[in-house]
């Protein structure tokens, strides 16, 4: 077979200049939230060396308008061009430790998603420069035409801009009205409901900046510090945390950390329902990536485990530098990620072992109600592979109680009890479970009762053996008594008294 000559291909170039106005409305559409906007711009705030961050809301204007204003290094007026040129930085590019940007589209895009005009003021060395995209004027002229500001004192947030640092001001603000386009009222409304939503994301995903007695960076709101929100509780006593792995890459390290939170009965209602966020605990388990200790993801198991009740309590930190970016599939928004095989399969066997150990902890603490030497009001028993829950029988206060029976009435006492046992609410109590554990608690009982149950319970101890002094150990060991000892307590030590007398 002949072949044929090798021959180039011939080509020609034309103009394919992207259209201004189609490019840049399209950058408005990536998936901003407002919290996840305000990330990324004070994500270049920090990158600037920024110890302070200022965000202003002015929503009840007429022109309602945002700023983000910073004390960081600042810019020249070229720094300032190439800032707010698309696509600024190259993603593949070497960057510097702890550089929190990405694709070099954070600024603007962000800024989009949420306003139609976007100004940045920023001075150093004493020269303020300023520049501006309206979307309204590329839309008429549909050219890249950044507008630079001469006289910068007349632009709304100059007040704003400090001896060294960066403002970026929010105006027509047309993703952020809630419709409410022509009631100010219901606009700031709705405005101050975002804003309450972004601030407790903000606290959660710069929380290691905002640590300390002196921390990294202060984040205000209107004047207002943030307080940062550990969802690990890191410092809380009770928190169990196991040793840090390590799984070195060529890329750079990735750092585990396993966290078990202390239950709840062991931190404050407000503790507790601030590190459980609107969702609950059973939704913020599992894994909590960050970057340059910036949050990426927060929480989910990303297919490495089941969201249980049993598991809920489970936290893993997990550190990666900026150099693993394009392994880890960052998005634009800094805001998900997708884990590589490798950590996959080391993150599968931490997940495994640690799940594992939470569960076994959960569960022994179930074994412990067959335990016969705490005298259960309720049995668990396995049964064809299912778990059901029956009322003890043996137990002393429901035997003491059938032998003052007559023999005839006996078995329908016993009766009575097992029909309890059968009519557990099972579907309504895991729905409560599930839904809010914390919230199901046992109900009240009447002192009378109680001082029944303990005389009942040091009587048949005593019958078997146990000596006097050992019953408070015993019987503390008790669920039901050990929530009630104090009162429990002063029954027995009357009890005691009264039969040494």
């Not at 407002?34 to 600037?48: G, M, P, R, V, Y």
């Not at 001082?451 to 101890?461: D, G, M, P, Q, Y």
């Not at 408070?472 to 104090?486: I, M």
Request: one cysteine or more.
């Amino acid at each position: 077979m002949k072949c044929e000559p090798y021959r180039e291909l011939a080509t020609r170039e034309v103009d394919a200049t992207p259209y201004a106005t189609s490019l840049i409305e399209g950058h408005r559409d990536f998936g901003y939230s407002l919290e996840t906007a305000l990330s990324d711009i004070i994500d270049n705030s920090i990158t600037a060396g920024a110890q302070s961050v200022a965000l202003i809301a002015d929503t009840a204007a007429d022109e309602a308008w945002i700023a983000i204003a910073d004390d960081g290094s600042g810019m020249t007026e070229a720094e300032l061009i190439d800032a707010m040129r698309l696509g600024s930085k190259n993603p593949t590019h070497k960057r510097a430790a702890k550089d929190l940007g990405r694709f070099g589209l954070g600024l603007k895009s962000a800024s989009f998603s949420q306003c139609r005009c976007l100004t940045v003021l920023t001075r150093r060395n004493g020269k303020t420069s300023c520049a501006r995209w309206d979307l309204d004027r590329i839309a008429q002229r549909n050219e890249w035409s950044l507008e630079l500001i001469d006289n910068p004192e007349l632009v709304k947030g100059h007040h704003l801009l400090p001896e060294t640092g960066t403002v970026v001001v929010w105006e027509k603000l047309d993703r952020l009205s809630g419709g409410y386009t022509h009631d100010r009222g219901k606009r700031a409304e709705y405005m101050n409901s975002e804003f309450s939503r972004a601030e407790r994301h903000l606290r959660l995903v710069f929380h290691r900046f905002l640590e300390g007695t002196k921390p990294r960076v202060k984040l205000l709101l209107n004047g207002r510090r943030l307080k940062p929100i550990d969802p690990m509780a890191s410092s809380h006593a009770a928190t169990q945390k196991d040793p840090e792995e390590i799984l070195r890459l060529r890329q750079g390290d990735v750092v585990i950390r396993c966290h078990t939170l202390p239950h709840h009965k062991r931190m404050s209602q407000e503790e507790w329902d601030e590190i459980g966020g609107p969702e609950g605990h059973l939704k913020s388990q599992g894994l909590y990536v960050y970057r340059e200790d910036r949050l990426i993801i927060a929480g989910g198991w990303l297919g490495l485990a089941r969201q249980t009740e049993l598991t809920k309590l489970c936290r893993i930190a997990v550190d990666i530098p900026n150099t693993m970016d394009a392994e880890w599939r960052i998005d634009v928004k800094k805001a998900s990620a997708q884990l590589p095989p490798v950590v996959r399969e080391r993150l599968k066997r931490v997940v495994e072992r640690f799940v594992g150990t939470s569960k076994r902890t959960y569960r022994s603490r179930g074994q412990r109600l067959v335990d016969e030497t705490r005298f259960p009001i309720w049995n668990r028993v396995q049964k064809d592979g299912q778990i059901v829950f029956r009322p003890n029988l043996e137990h002393p206060i429901f035997r003491s109680y059938a032998e003052q029976l007559p023999e005839g009435l006996r078995e329908g006492f016993e009766r009575c009890l097992r029909i309890v046992g059968a009519g557990l609410p099972i579907e309504t109590l895991h729905a409560e479970l599930v839904g809010n554990a914390e919230a199901v608690t046992a109900d009240e009982t009447s002192e009378h009762d109680l001082k029944v149950l303990v005389c009942s319970l040091a009587t048949t101890l005593m019958e078997n053996g146990v000596a006097a002094e050992a019953l408070p150990d015993t019987l503390q060991s008790n669920p039901f008594l050990r929530v009630r000892w104090e009162a429990a307590a002063q029954i027995l030590d009357d009890f005691l008294r009264t039969r040494v007398s």
